[in-house]
């Protein structure tokens, strides 16, 4: 394994980067370190949040830089104050054991005057946004004569910040001869452009999707009509009780909005946005870190300055235009080991700009339904349970109320005191889910279908539970063959005639399925049907049959066609066994026999000989035995 050695990362870099705990190289480092330290062209990284790129370039930029000279050799643009201030704090990390060098983060939004005041003092590392770092150029503050290290990280967020103009103008005004390096996730046509224009001989590295996380996340969508996405939301928040994300929105605007709703419906959300002040944002983004915020609503770019490695879940409530922007969203889940969710809340439309994301990340998103009431008060309550198992039970502090307390409620037994504790919390969520209606999206054609289906399987349940009941005054027998067999109404008839030895069977209601049947037989017959059938004999399959039980699931078994017996059937088991002959035939076979056993009756009586032969093979099939016993 490659150490940071190796790639030629200076000893004092090393001692820091060792107590940061970075043990080898991320592959983005690999390969950018060495680059930016001995090979005389740029980079060009497509590479996101959490690959590690703020280390590949910021240990070379530190060790290229010259502690001996106080002019300003590195400048490192970034799209937000946040991200600023992170790369800022990751360098001066790095830069522990370095001394004699300054970095100074710049940014819009705060007093342009103490950013001056520093500058004056010499700074060798600039980590700035664009806008603010070309008014400080053009007030001749920032001298970028002795530059020679060049960063664009997150190259794409500036553009799409509308910063693409102050780059151009920046990089106007640094020297020919500087490295410069540019950090993107995607490389939409501006960004090529500035590459382009401004970058020797670029060589590119790719550094995949984002970090190891990317395989634990998994990708759920919830379709609902567009009215009902906030609604979903907030289901899907209540089904969460501990979840720890951001949701995402596209505009600002939407983004204030649903934090809004969110906090007045009694939710711990907070939002993130660009027209939030400085101060309002760093208020949330501690409280959101510290775990004292459990939902952020936050628009894309302000989320960018928020490293948080633990979300349980991210939440698209709208999907981004650019797919690679749901890849840094989904990314800031799943991290360090761990599983994540990111959610996407759909209307119908947008059915196809999933599909894109999906290929785009090379995974599918499951279709999950919207929680349901049920599920949402049982999760719920569960964990309250669970807090109240581990709520810590300060024993010195609350003994001194027991004793009264106990006394009022003394007449409370321990489940009834449960019940109000929990009802305490549960009574809104009750009566809120109350007749709470569906928020699904089914398009109208699979509604249809839907309905259908309903209605098949309703019918089929009837059915199912029809199988195994008998008729009142009959009794049911479950038989082990079915239409499969070749197995119909007459078959269990003959067969029934064949093994019950000329008793007499009430047949009723005949159910034949595919590999079993079940019919029904008068009461008190059941046991004597099942007995005589007992190992009969059905064209090579051993019979078995049994007084069929309602707790047995023949329904597991398929699909079934029930059979009232028609009017030949039944006019052939109204005779019973005994008076079979006397039916109606029921097959040209039939008739033959019929024909021939009347024959041979004859020729007995007549005391004929002439047909022996033919007796000879009915008797093979046994149903002359019958006619002979009968007699
Ligand atoms: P970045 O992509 O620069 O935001 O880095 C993502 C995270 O990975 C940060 O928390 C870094 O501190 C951490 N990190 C960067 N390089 C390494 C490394 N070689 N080993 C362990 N952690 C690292």
Known sequence: MTTFQELGVREDLLRAIAELGYESPMPIQEKVIPHLLNED??????????????????????????????????????????????????????????????????????????????????????????????????????????????????????????????????????????????????????????????????????????????????????????????????????????????????????????????????YDADALHGDLSQAQRDAVMKKFRERNLQLLVATD???????????????????????????????????????????????????????????????????????????????????????????EVKEDDIAEYMPQVLKKLSWLDSEDLLKRMLSLEFNRLLEYYQDAPELDYVPEKEKAKKREKVKYDKSRNDHDKDCRTAEPGYERVFINAGKADGFFAPTLIELLNKNTHGERVDLGRIDLLTNYSLFDVKEGDAKRVVKALKNADFFG???????????????????????????KDRRRMQFGAKERHSGRRSSRKEFRDERDERRTRRDNERGFKKGGEKRGKKERHGNFDKFKKKK
């Open 41 to 266: 062209s740029d980079v060009v990284g497509l590479a996101q949040t959490g690959t590690g790129k703020t280390a590949a370039f910021g240990l070379p930029t530190l060790q290229r830089v010259d502690t001996t000279s106080k002019a300003t050799q590195a400048i490192i643009l970034d799209p937000t104050r946040e991200l600023c201030m992170q790369t800022c704090n990751d360098l001066n990390d790095y830069a522990k054991y370095i001394d004699g060098l300054r970095i100074l983060p710049v940014y819009g939004g705060s007093s342009i005057e103490v950013q001056i005041r520093a500058l004056r003092k010499g700074v060798q590392i600039i980590v700035a946004t664009p806008g603010r770092l070309l008014d400080l150029i053009k007030r001749g503050e920032v001298n970028l004569e002795n530059v020679n290290t060049v960063i664009l990280d997150e190259a794409d967020e500036m553009l799409n910040m509308g910063f693409v103009d102050d780059i151009n103008n920046i990089l106007e005004h640094v020297p020919e001869n500087r490295k410069m390096l540019m950090f993107s996730a995607t490389m939409p046509p501006e960004i090529a452009g500035i590459a382009k224009n401004y970058m020797h001989n670029p060589q590119e590295y790719v550094i995949g999707t984002r970090n190891e996380g990317s395989a634990n996340v998994r990708h759920i969508y919830y379709m609902v009509r567009a009215n009902d996405k906030y609604l979903a939301l907030k289901r899907i928040c209540d089904y969460l009780p501990r979840v720890y994300g951001i949701i995402f929105c596209r505009t600002r605007a939407s983004a204030q909005e649903i934090a809004t709703n969110l906090m007045e419906d009694g």
């Open 301 to 391: 770019v302000a989320a960018r300055g928020l490293d948080v490695d633990d979300l349980t879940h991210i939440i698209s409530y709208s999907l981004p235009d650019d797919n690679a922007v749901y890849n840094h969203r989904s990314g800031r889940t799943g991290r360090a080991g761990k599983t994540g969710v990111s959610i996407a809340i759909i209307h119908s439309r947008e059915r196809n700009k999933l599909r894109d994301i999906e290929k785009h990340i090379g995974k599918e998103f499951e279709r999950c339904e919207v929680p349901k009431p049920n599920a949402i008060i049982e999760k719920q309550l569960f964990n309250l349970a669970d807090r109240l198992e581990n709520v």
């Open 541 to 567: 399959k051993r019979i078995y049959a049994e007084v069929a039980s309602l707790d047995k699931n023949y329904a597991d078994e398929t699909e079934g066609t029930e059979l009232k017996l028609n009017r």
